[in-house]
Protein backbone atom coordinates (compact mmCIF):
# COMPACT_ATOMS: atom_id res chain seq x y z
CA UNK A 1 0.00 0.00 0.00
CA UNK A 2 1.72 3.30 -0.84
CA UNK A 3 -0.20 6.53 0.34
CA UNK A 4 -1.20 8.63 -2.05
CA UNK A 5 0.06 12.30 -0.86
CA UNK A 6 -0.08 15.59 -2.52
CA UNK A 7 0.32 19.05 -1.97
CA UNK A 8 -1.36 21.91 -4.45
CA UNK A 9 -2.20 25.15 -5.14
CA UNK A 10 -4.80 23.34 -7.78
CA UNK A 11 -8.11 22.75 -6.41
CA UNK A 12 -9.28 18.84 -5.76
CA UNK A 13 -12.40 17.14 -5.85
CA UNK A 14 -13.06 14.74 -2.84
CA UNK A 15 -15.24 12.56 -5.90
CA UNK A 16 -12.07 11.70 -7.62
CA UNK A 17 -10.14 11.30 -4.53
CA UNK A 18 -12.48 8.75 -3.09
CA UNK A 19 -12.70 6.69 -6.02
CA UNK A 20 -8.91 6.06 -6.17
CA UNK A 21 -9.28 4.54 -2.89
CA UNK A 22 -11.95 2.01 -4.17
CA UNK A 23 -8.97 -0.62 -4.59
CA UNK A 24 -9.57 -4.65 -5.02
CA UNK A 25 -10.95 -6.38 -2.14
CA UNK A 26 -11.67 -3.73 0.23
CA UNK A 27 -15.29 -3.40 2.22
CA UNK A 28 -15.17 -0.19 3.95
CA UNK A 29 -13.92 3.36 2.47
CA UNK A 30 -13.82 6.79 4.79
CA UNK A 31 -13.04 10.09 3.73
CA UNK A 32 -13.01 13.64 5.47
CA UNK A 33 -13.21 16.72 3.51
CA UNK A 34 -12.21 19.94 5.07
CA UNK A 35 -14.09 23.34 3.41
CA UNK A 36 -13.45 27.10 4.24
CA UNK A 37 -15.69 28.50 6.36
CA UNK A 38 -17.30 32.40 5.82
CA UNK A 39 -17.54 32.93 9.29
CA UNK A 40 -17.22 36.57 10.19
CA UNK A 41 -17.01 38.10 7.08
CA UNK A 42 -13.68 36.19 6.14
CA UNK A 43 -13.23 37.02 2.84
CA UNK A 44 -10.04 35.03 1.75
CA UNK A 45 -7.73 32.54 3.45
CA UNK A 46 -3.77 32.02 2.83
CA UNK A 47 -2.03 28.66 3.33
CA UNK A 48 1.73 29.04 3.96
CA UNK A 49 3.69 25.90 4.52
CA UNK A 50 7.29 24.48 4.65
CA UNK A 51 7.82 23.08 1.51
CA UNK A 52 10.82 20.83 2.12
CA UNK A 53 9.13 19.36 5.01
CA UNK A 54 5.48 19.25 4.48
CA UNK A 55 5.36 15.84 2.33
CA UNK A 56 7.90 13.66 4.57
CA UNK A 57 5.31 15.14 7.54
CA UNK A 58 2.61 13.79 5.46
CA UNK A 59 4.41 10.73 5.01
CA UNK A 60 5.13 10.17 8.79
CA UNK A 61 1.33 10.37 9.43
CA UNK A 62 0.44 7.93 6.79
CA UNK A 63 3.26 5.85 7.65
CA UNK A 64 1.99 5.84 11.25
CA UNK A 65 -1.50 4.78 10.13
CA UNK A 66 -0.76 2.51 8.27
CA UNK A 67 1.26 0.86 11.27
CA UNK A 68 -1.39 1.05 12.97
CA UNK A 69 -4.63 -0.55 10.94
CA UNK A 70 -4.67 -2.81 8.08
CA UNK A 71 -5.26 0.18 5.07
CA UNK A 72 -5.71 -0.96 1.40
CA UNK A 73 -5.12 2.28 0.51
CA UNK A 74 -4.90 5.36 1.89
CA UNK A 75 -5.16 9.30 0.63
CA UNK A 76 -3.91 12.77 1.74
CA UNK A 77 -4.25 15.86 -0.42
CA UNK A 78 -3.82 19.42 1.18
CA UNK A 79 -3.96 22.90 -0.76
CA UNK A 80 -1.53 25.42 0.06
CA UNK A 81 -2.26 29.34 -1.47
CA UNK A 82 -5.03 31.27 -1.65
CA UNK A 83 -8.50 30.30 -1.12
CA UNK A 84 -11.82 31.54 -0.49
CA UNK A 85 -14.97 30.23 1.46
CA UNK A 86 -16.37 27.01 0.00
CA UNK A 87 -12.95 26.24 -1.09
CA UNK A 88 -11.82 22.75 0.06
CA UNK A 89 -8.32 22.82 2.10
CA UNK A 90 -8.23 18.83 2.79
CA UNK A 91 -8.94 15.93 1.91
CA UNK A 92 -8.18 12.32 3.45
CA UNK A 93 -9.45 9.20 2.84
CA UNK A 94 -8.85 5.41 4.03
CA UNK A 95 -9.75 2.23 3.09
CA UNK A 96 -9.92 -1.30 4.41
CA UNK A 97 -11.79 -4.19 4.95
CA UNK A 98 -13.59 -3.39 7.85
CA UNK A 99 -15.25 -0.05 8.71
CA UNK A 100 -13.72 0.40 12.40
CA UNK A 101 -10.32 0.38 10.09
CA UNK A 102 -10.79 2.82 7.66
CA UNK A 103 -12.90 5.55 9.93
CA UNK A 104 -10.44 4.97 12.43
CA UNK A 105 -7.00 5.45 10.26
CA UNK A 106 -8.83 8.72 8.38
CA UNK A 107 -9.52 10.06 11.83
CA UNK A 108 -6.43 9.50 13.10
CA UNK A 109 -4.76 11.16 10.25
CA UNK A 110 -6.82 14.21 9.76
CA UNK A 111 -6.16 14.59 13.39
CA UNK A 112 -2.51 14.57 13.33
CA UNK A 113 -2.61 16.58 10.42
CA UNK A 114 -3.66 19.15 12.66
CA UNK A 115 -0.70 19.11 14.62
CA UNK A 116 2.22 18.03 12.91
CA UNK A 117 2.34 18.92 9.35
CA UNK A 118 3.88 22.33 8.84
CA UNK A 119 1.00 24.64 7.52
CA UNK A 120 -0.07 27.75 8.68
CA UNK A 121 -3.24 29.84 7.65
CA UNK A 122 -3.62 33.63 7.28
CA UNK A 123 -7.35 34.91 7.28
CA UNK A 124 -8.31 38.03 5.76
CA UNK A 125 -11.84 39.38 6.85
CA UNK A 126 -14.10 41.87 4.74
CA UNK A 127 -13.46 45.10 7.18
CA UNK A 128 -9.71 44.94 6.07
CA UNK A 129 -7.97 42.82 9.38
CA UNK A 130 -5.86 39.88 8.47
CA UNK A 131 -4.49 37.86 10.82
CA UNK A 132 -2.97 34.55 11.14
CA UNK A 133 -5.28 31.71 12.90
CA UNK A 134 -3.85 30.46 16.09
CA UNK A 135 -3.59 26.90 16.81
CA UNK A 136 -6.26 25.13 19.15
CA UNK A 137 -5.86 23.30 22.52
CA UNK A 138 -8.44 21.04 21.39
CA UNK A 139 -6.33 19.92 18.07
CA UNK A 140 -3.76 18.77 20.62
CA UNK A 141 -6.21 17.23 22.73
CA UNK A 142 -7.74 15.18 20.20
CA UNK A 143 -4.43 14.00 18.89
CA UNK A 144 -3.44 13.05 22.32
CA UNK A 145 -6.62 11.08 22.29
CA UNK A 146 -4.30 8.46 20.35
CA UNK A 147 -1.40 8.30 22.09
CA UNK A 148 -3.51 5.59 24.31
CA UNK A 149 -4.90 3.33 21.78
CA UNK B 1 29.21 26.67 10.56
CA UNK B 2 27.20 27.91 8.21
CA UNK B 3 23.41 27.39 8.86
CA UNK B 4 20.21 28.01 6.92
CA UNK B 5 17.34 29.75 8.95
CA UNK B 6 13.76 29.46 7.56
CA UNK B 7 10.60 31.82 9.09
CA UNK B 8 7.28 31.32 8.99
CA UNK B 9 3.96 32.80 9.40
CA UNK B 10 4.25 35.86 11.84
CA UNK B 11 7.89 34.77 12.61
CA UNK B 12 8.89 35.50 9.03
CA UNK B 13 6.90 38.80 8.78
CA UNK B 14 8.24 40.16 12.23
CA UNK B 15 11.47 39.48 11.00
CA UNK B 16 10.81 40.53 7.46
CA UNK B 17 12.58 37.73 5.27
CA UNK B 18 12.01 33.73 5.20
CA UNK B 19 15.70 32.65 4.80
CA UNK B 20 18.93 34.02 5.73
CA UNK B 21 22.34 31.87 6.17
CA UNK B 22 23.97 32.30 9.51
CA UNK B 23 27.51 31.34 11.09
CA UNK B 24 26.16 31.07 14.81
CA UNK B 25 29.44 31.10 17.28
CA UNK B 26 30.22 27.75 18.85
CA UNK B 27 28.95 28.32 22.15
CA UNK B 28 25.57 29.06 20.21
CA UNK B 29 24.63 25.11 20.61
CA UNK B 30 21.09 24.80 20.92
CA UNK B 31 17.86 26.23 19.79
CA UNK B 32 17.41 28.09 22.82
CA UNK B 33 21.00 29.84 22.28
CA UNK B 34 20.32 30.20 18.78
CA UNK B 35 17.29 32.47 19.63
CA UNK B 36 19.34 34.86 22.11
CA UNK B 37 21.76 35.41 19.23
CA UNK B 38 19.28 36.22 16.03
CA UNK B 39 17.41 38.53 18.50
CA UNK B 40 20.24 40.77 19.09
CA UNK B 41 20.16 41.54 14.82
CA UNK B 42 17.45 43.89 15.63
CA UNK B 43 14.12 44.49 17.19
CA UNK B 44 11.80 42.06 14.78
CA UNK B 45 13.61 39.19 15.89
CA UNK B 46 13.02 40.36 19.09
CA UNK B 47 9.39 40.49 18.32
CA UNK B 48 9.27 37.38 16.86
CA UNK B 49 11.20 35.80 20.03
CA UNK B 50 9.34 37.78 22.19
CA UNK B 51 7.27 35.14 23.69
CA UNK B 52 9.29 31.49 23.39
CA UNK B 53 6.12 29.40 24.19
CA UNK B 54 3.92 30.61 20.86
CA UNK B 55 7.44 28.88 18.90
CA UNK B 56 8.16 25.82 17.42
CA UNK B 57 11.43 24.46 15.55
CA UNK B 58 12.04 22.17 13.04
CA UNK B 59 15.90 20.98 12.72
CA UNK B 60 16.19 19.12 9.73
CA UNK B 61 12.93 18.90 8.87
CA UNK B 62 11.43 17.49 11.64
CA UNK B 63 9.90 18.62 14.71
CA UNK B 64 12.09 19.82 17.90
CA UNK B 65 12.10 21.13 21.39
CA UNK B 66 13.81 24.62 21.63
CA UNK B 67 15.88 23.26 24.50
CA UNK B 68 17.52 20.59 21.19
CA UNK B 69 20.84 20.31 19.98
CA UNK B 70 21.69 22.06 16.96
CA UNK B 71 25.22 20.57 16.68
CA UNK B 72 25.37 19.44 13.09
CA UNK B 73 22.03 20.93 12.10
CA UNK B 74 21.71 22.50 8.21
CA UNK B 75 18.58 23.88 7.77
CA UNK B 76 16.27 25.41 11.17
CA UNK B 77 12.97 26.34 10.85
CA UNK B 78 11.60 28.75 13.08
CA UNK B 79 7.40 29.31 13.26
CA UNK B 80 4.01 29.09 15.02
CA UNK B 81 2.12 26.34 16.29
CA UNK B 82 0.83 24.97 12.69
CA UNK B 83 -2.84 25.76 12.07
CA UNK B 84 -3.20 23.23 8.81
CA UNK B 85 -5.89 20.71 7.76
CA UNK C 1 -31.70 20.10 8.57
CA UNK C 2 -33.85 17.66 7.01
CA UNK C 3 -31.95 14.00 6.47
CA UNK C 4 -31.20 12.29 2.92
CA UNK C 5 -32.88 8.95 3.40
CA UNK C 6 -33.13 6.34 0.62
CA UNK C 7 -33.43 2.78 0.25
CA UNK C 8 -32.95 1.50 -3.03
CA UNK C 9 -32.47 -1.15 -5.55
CA UNK C 10 -30.23 0.46 -7.67
CA UNK C 11 -26.85 1.56 -7.50
CA UNK C 12 -25.92 4.91 -6.03
CA UNK C 13 -23.03 6.81 -6.67
CA UNK C 14 -20.77 7.79 -3.50
CA UNK C 15 -19.66 11.11 -5.39
CA UNK C 16 -23.22 12.52 -5.94
CA UNK C 17 -23.85 11.81 -2.84
CA UNK C 18 -21.14 13.37 -1.06
CA UNK C 19 -21.42 16.21 -3.40
CA UNK C 20 -25.24 16.81 -1.58
CA UNK C 21 -23.25 17.06 1.53
CA UNK C 22 -21.42 20.04 0.54
CA UNK C 23 -24.28 22.92 1.92
CA UNK C 24 -23.31 26.23 2.64
CA UNK C 25 -21.22 27.08 5.58
CA UNK C 26 -19.79 23.79 6.46
CA UNK C 27 -16.11 23.15 7.05
CA UNK C 28 -16.32 19.28 7.59
CA UNK C 29 -17.73 16.15 5.46
CA UNK C 30 -17.30 12.73 6.69
CA UNK C 31 -18.25 9.60 4.37
CA UNK C 32 -18.41 6.28 4.73
CA UNK C 33 -18.90 3.69 1.63
CA UNK C 34 -19.40 0.11 2.24
CA UNK C 35 -18.46 -2.40 -0.37
CA UNK C 36 -19.32 -5.76 -0.75
CA UNK C 37 -15.94 -7.85 -0.18
CA UNK C 38 -15.66 -10.85 -2.37
CA UNK C 39 -14.14 -13.25 0.61
CA UNK C 40 -13.87 -16.64 0.45
CA UNK C 41 -15.43 -17.20 -3.46
CA UNK C 42 -18.54 -14.71 -2.57
CA UNK C 43 -20.27 -14.73 -5.78
CA UNK C 44 -23.35 -12.37 -4.25
CA UNK C 45 -24.96 -11.26 -1.55
CA UNK C 46 -29.01 -11.10 -1.26
CA UNK C 47 -30.03 -8.12 0.79
CA UNK C 48 -33.55 -8.22 2.17
CA UNK C 49 -34.79 -5.53 4.37
CA UNK C 50 -38.09 -5.06 6.29
CA UNK C 51 -40.03 -2.47 4.12
CA UNK C 52 -42.71 -0.76 6.12
CA UNK C 53 -39.79 -0.50 9.30
CA UNK C 54 -36.31 0.31 7.29
CA UNK C 55 -37.06 3.88 6.59
CA UNK C 56 -38.51 4.73 10.52
CA UNK C 57 -35.76 3.22 11.68
CA UNK C 58 -33.18 4.77 9.92
CA UNK C 59 -34.98 8.14 10.43
CA UNK C 60 -34.63 7.34 13.89
CA UNK C 61 -30.78 6.44 13.97
CA UNK C 62 -30.62 10.14 11.78
CA UNK C 63 -32.31 12.04 14.59
CA UNK C 64 -30.19 10.65 17.12
CA UNK C 65 -26.86 11.82 15.08
CA UNK C 66 -28.65 15.01 14.70
CA UNK C 67 -29.63 15.52 18.65
CA UNK C 68 -26.16 14.20 19.53
CA UNK C 69 -24.22 16.76 17.13
CA UNK C 70 -24.60 19.82 15.23
CA UNK C 71 -25.14 18.68 11.76
CA UNK C 72 -25.56 21.01 8.76
CA UNK C 73 -26.39 17.77 6.50
CA UNK C 74 -26.94 13.81 6.81
CA UNK C 75 -27.17 11.26 4.12
CA UNK C 76 -27.74 7.32 4.82
CA UNK C 77 -28.26 5.74 1.54
CA UNK C 78 -28.72 1.56 1.34
CA UNK C 79 -29.23 -0.60 -1.55
CA UNK C 80 -31.50 -3.64 -1.48
CA UNK C 81 -31.72 -6.46 -3.58
CA UNK C 82 -29.18 -8.51 -5.34
CA UNK C 83 -25.12 -7.93 -5.36
CA UNK C 84 -22.10 -8.85 -6.39
CA UNK C 85 -18.37 -8.08 -5.13
CA UNK C 86 -17.42 -4.42 -5.39
CA UNK C 87 -20.99 -3.34 -5.30
CA UNK C 88 -21.46 -0.44 -3.17
CA UNK C 89 -24.23 -1.59 -0.28
CA UNK C 90 -24.15 1.62 2.08
CA UNK C 91 -23.30 5.19 2.56
CA UNK C 92 -23.49 7.65 5.33
CA UNK C 93 -22.44 11.24 4.94
CA UNK C 94 -22.60 14.02 7.44
CA UNK C 95 -21.47 17.58 7.24
CA UNK C 96 -20.75 19.88 10.20
CA UNK C 97 -19.15 22.96 11.42
CA UNK C 98 -16.29 21.42 12.56
CA UNK C 99 -14.42 17.59 12.11
CA UNK C 100 -15.31 15.51 14.89
CA UNK C 101 -19.19 16.63 15.17
CA UNK C 102 -19.01 15.27 10.92
CA UNK C 103 -16.85 12.22 12.03
CA UNK C 104 -18.92 11.01 14.87
CA UNK C 105 -21.82 11.85 13.70
CA UNK C 106 -20.87 9.57 10.33
CA UNK C 107 -19.34 7.04 12.57
CA UNK C 108 -22.36 6.96 15.14
CA UNK C 109 -24.77 6.27 12.10
CA UNK C 110 -22.92 3.55 10.36
CA UNK C 111 -22.16 1.38 13.74
CA UNK C 112 -26.01 1.96 14.35
CA UNK C 113 -27.15 1.02 11.17
CA UNK C 114 -25.44 -2.27 11.62
CA UNK C 115 -27.62 -3.11 14.49
CA UNK C 116 -30.80 -1.02 14.27
CA UNK C 117 -32.05 -1.01 10.76
CA UNK C 118 -33.68 -4.13 9.46
CA UNK C 119 -31.55 -5.52 6.96
CA UNK C 120 -30.25 -9.40 6.40
CA UNK C 121 -27.41 -10.52 4.23
CA UNK C 122 -27.46 -13.66 2.09
CA UNK C 123 -24.51 -14.80 0.52
CA UNK C 124 -23.94 -17.57 -1.82
CA UNK C 125 -20.42 -18.46 -2.95
CA UNK C 126 -18.98 -20.12 -6.07
CA UNK C 127 -19.46 -23.66 -4.57
CA UNK C 128 -23.37 -23.15 -4.32
CA UNK C 129 -23.12 -22.83 -1.01
CA UNK C 130 -25.86 -20.03 0.14
CA UNK C 131 -25.84 -18.96 3.60
CA UNK C 132 -27.70 -16.28 6.22
CA UNK C 133 -24.67 -13.85 7.26
CA UNK C 134 -24.62 -14.16 11.09
CA UNK C 135 -24.67 -10.99 13.30
CA UNK C 136 -21.35 -10.05 15.05
CA UNK C 137 -20.84 -9.41 18.53
CA UNK C 138 -18.27 -6.82 17.32
CA UNK C 139 -21.41 -4.84 15.77
CA UNK C 140 -23.09 -5.08 19.49
CA UNK C 141 -19.84 -3.36 21.14
CA UNK C 142 -19.17 -0.93 18.86
CA UNK C 143 -22.48 0.45 19.10
CA UNK C 144 -22.56 0.28 22.46
CA UNK C 145 -19.59 2.46 22.90
CA UNK C 146 -21.97 5.76 22.16
CA UNK C 147 -24.45 4.86 24.60
CA UNK C 148 -21.84 6.19 27.67
CA UNK C 149 -20.55 9.35 25.22
CA UNK D 1 -57.99 -10.15 17.79
CA UNK D 2 -56.01 -10.77 14.43
CA UNK D 3 -52.68 -9.46 14.05
CA UNK D 4 -50.29 -9.64 10.97
CA UNK D 5 -47.20 -11.85 11.66
CA UNK D 6 -44.18 -11.10 9.25
CA UNK D 7 -41.06 -13.29 8.62
CA UNK D 8 -37.70 -12.25 7.16
CA UNK D 9 -34.54 -14.11 6.56
CA UNK D 10 -34.24 -17.51 7.45
CA UNK D 11 -37.11 -17.28 9.84
CA UNK D 12 -39.34 -16.86 7.03
CA UNK D 13 -37.24 -19.88 4.54
CA UNK D 14 -37.52 -22.05 7.80
CA UNK D 15 -41.83 -21.38 7.90
CA UNK D 16 -41.92 -21.25 3.84
CA UNK D 17 -43.86 -17.93 3.75
CA UNK D 18 -43.41 -14.80 4.43
CA UNK D 19 -46.32 -13.20 6.06
CA UNK D 20 -49.53 -14.59 7.89
CA UNK D 21 -52.83 -13.25 9.76
CA UNK D 22 -53.28 -14.99 12.95
CA UNK D 23 -56.16 -14.68 15.75
CA UNK D 24 -54.28 -16.22 18.47
CA UNK D 25 -56.25 -16.82 21.87
CA UNK D 26 -56.62 -14.32 24.78
CA UNK D 27 -54.09 -16.25 26.84
CA UNK D 28 -51.30 -15.61 24.17
CA UNK D 29 -50.67 -11.90 25.25
CA UNK D 30 -46.29 -11.56 24.70
CA UNK D 31 -44.05 -12.59 22.08
CA UNK D 32 -42.84 -15.66 23.84
CA UNK D 33 -46.24 -17.00 24.40
CA UNK D 34 -47.07 -16.37 20.52
CA UNK D 35 -43.96 -18.21 19.72
CA UNK D 36 -45.53 -21.07 21.87
CA UNK D 37 -48.49 -20.86 20.05
CA UNK D 38 -47.35 -20.31 16.44
CA UNK D 39 -45.00 -24.03 17.32
CA UNK D 40 -48.12 -25.72 17.13
CA UNK D 41 -48.60 -24.78 13.48
CA UNK D 42 -45.70 -26.91 12.25
CA UNK D 43 -42.31 -28.18 12.42
CA UNK D 44 -40.93 -25.42 10.22
CA UNK D 45 -42.28 -23.08 12.78
CA UNK D 46 -40.79 -25.33 16.00
CA UNK D 47 -37.24 -24.86 13.75
CA UNK D 48 -37.40 -21.57 13.34
CA UNK D 49 -38.37 -20.46 16.90
CA UNK D 50 -35.66 -23.69 18.19
CA UNK D 51 -33.03 -21.21 19.74
CA UNK D 52 -35.24 -18.13 20.49
CA UNK D 53 -31.64 -16.20 21.82
CA UNK D 54 -31.27 -16.26 17.59
CA UNK D 55 -34.67 -14.62 17.04
CA UNK D 56 -35.24 -10.93 17.60
CA UNK D 57 -38.96 -9.02 17.23
CA UNK D 58 -40.50 -5.51 16.00
CA UNK D 59 -43.99 -5.05 17.43
CA UNK D 60 -45.49 -2.19 15.05
CA UNK D 61 -42.58 -1.41 13.68
CA UNK D 62 -40.38 -1.03 16.70
CA UNK D 63 -37.93 -3.04 18.12
CA UNK D 64 -39.35 -4.87 21.03
CA UNK D 65 -38.02 -7.56 23.48
CA UNK D 66 -39.13 -11.40 23.77
CA UNK D 67 -40.92 -10.13 26.82
CA UNK D 68 -43.09 -7.29 25.17
CA UNK D 69 -46.80 -7.57 25.51
CA UNK D 70 -48.42 -8.07 22.25
CA UNK D 71 -51.60 -6.60 23.53
CA UNK D 72 -53.17 -4.23 20.64
CA UNK D 73 -50.24 -5.30 17.92
CA UNK D 74 -51.17 -5.07 14.45
CA UNK D 75 -48.29 -6.38 12.85
CA UNK D 76 -45.91 -8.10 14.31
CA UNK D 77 -42.57 -9.62 12.60
CA UNK D 78 -40.27 -12.36 13.64
CA UNK D 79 -36.50 -12.18 12.17
CA UNK D 80 -32.90 -12.96 13.06
CA UNK D 81 -30.36 -10.51 14.37
CA UNK D 82 -29.89 -7.86 11.59
CA UNK D 83 -27.14 -8.14 9.86
CA UNK D 84 -26.70 -4.88 6.94
CA UNK D 85 -24.83 -1.95 6.99
Do not use: C
Request: aromatic share 8%; hydrophobic share 45%; proline share 4%.
Amino acid sequence: MTPEIRVQAEPFDPMTEAGRLEVSGIGAVATFTGIVRGEEGLESLELEHYDAMTRSALERIAADAAGRWALMALSIVHRVGRMVPGDRIVFVGAAAQHRSEAIDAMHFVIDWLKTDAPFWKRETFADGRSVWVEARETDAAQRARWLNI
Amino acid sequence: MAVEILYFAWVREAIGRDSETVEPPDDVNTVETLLDWLAGRGSGYMEAFADRSRLRVAIDQQFSGLDASIAGAGEIALFPPVTGG
